[in-house]
């Protein structure tokens, strides 16, 4: 579980790498799933955290209100960490 202040400043770090990234022609926007792939383990904090690194990256004018969903991968049967 994430306390609301490691999701505000996930989402900062996601318009963070948005800014170097994004919206400077880098990534494409909107995003491109064939440009991108998030990989994360397969526990709820961290698809959370991925979600909302991603989420920040496409927001438009720092909207945090505004959710950008992203593909999120895991493999579960290679996780070692339960």
């Not at 064939?34 to 397969?42: G, V």
């Not at 991603?54 to 895991?74: C, H, L, R, T």
Request: proline share 5%.
């Amino acid at each position: 579980m994430l306390f609301q202040l490691g999701i505000d400043d996930t989402f900062k770090l996601g318009q963070f790498i948005g800014d170097r990234y994004v919206r400077t022609g880098f990534l494409r926007s909107p995003m491109s799933p064939s440009e991108i792939h998030f990989l994360s383990r397969a526990n709820s904090r961290c698809t959370h955290s991925a979600a909302l690194v991603g989420s920040g990256m496409w927001a438009k004018n720092g909207d945090e209100d505004q959710f950008n969903p992203v593909p999120i991968y895991s493999n579960v049967e290679n996780d070692k960490v339960s």
